[in-house]
């Protein structure tokens, strides 16, 4: 079975732009987290979508939204990007969205803002 | 807001000793714990976790202990081997929130 899998996996954007980050999940997961990964913050939740549904949200600003298609892949935008929004973003499929389900990650995005 | 607390960021131990990660939280409604293993340019694996319910779970050579008085949880390795080493990420979520949180990571290195 094939893994959760990022697009692209590396990206450089300026300040002001916005960049869109993609995520398949595993084949039959219905459910898919985003996260980012900075230094020191560990890995914080932004969002999480269960059959094309927003179910859950962190504590992120507006710019960050997310959808997911009817497939299950799921898209994560971040419109006018600032320096901080530099990190590792990365998106974890389960099969059910609860969080006693074993989540599996994907290899992440780095974005690098400058 | 920081739920989720790994307050050493570094621990180094020799190989065949015990590795001791430790994480705290605040939030008296977690009720599930786990813990991943990163290693560098690779997402977050599943390692081991653990329901309120219980005080202890062992998975081979890694055991996760729970002291919900102290709201305090940490993992065990024994013996350590060299490819322990990675960072390691505590979380914790409550029954019915689809939320996770995470600890900043603790990144063990194990000296053979």
């Known amino acids: 079975k094939a893994g959760v899998t990022q697009t692209p996996r590396y990206l450089i954007k300026t300040r002001g732009q916005q960049v869109t980050l993609s995520c398949s999940p595993i084949s039959g997961h219905r459910s898919v987290s985003w996260y980012q990964q900075t230094p020191g913050q560990g890995l914080q939740f932004l969002f999480e979508?269960?059959?094309?549904?927003?179910?859950n949200k962190g504590n992120f600003p507006g710019r960050f939204s997310g959808r997911q298609f009817s497939n299950s892949r799921s898209e994560m935008n971040v419109s006018t990007l600032e320096l901080g929004d530099s990190a590792l973003y990365l998106c974890a499929s389960s099969s059910s969205g609860s969080f006693a389900d074993t989540q599996y990650f994907g290899p992440g995005t780095r974005l690098t803002v400058l | 807001d920081q739920q989720v607390k790994q307050n050493s960021p570094s621990l180094s131990v020799q190989e065949g000793r015990i590795s001791i990660l430790n994480c705290d939280y605040t939030n008296s409604m977690f009720d599930y714990f786990l813990w991943y293993k990163k290693y560098p340019a690779e997402g977050p694996t599943f390692l081991i976790s653990?329901?309120?319910?219980?005080d202890k779970n062992e998975d081979g050579r890694f055991t996760v202990f729970l002291n919900k008085s102290a709201k305090h949880l940490s993992l065990h390795i024994v013996p350590s081997q060299p490819g322990d080493s990675a960072v390691y990420f505590c979380?914790?979520?409550?029954?019915?929130?689809?939320?996770?949180?995470f600890g900043a990571g603790t990144r063990l290195t194990v000296k053979p």
């Open positions: 979380a914790a979520s409550a029954v019915g929130v689809n939320d996770m949180r």
């Open positions: 653990i329901s309120s319910i219980k």
């Open positions: 979508y269960f059959s094309e549904t927003q179910r």
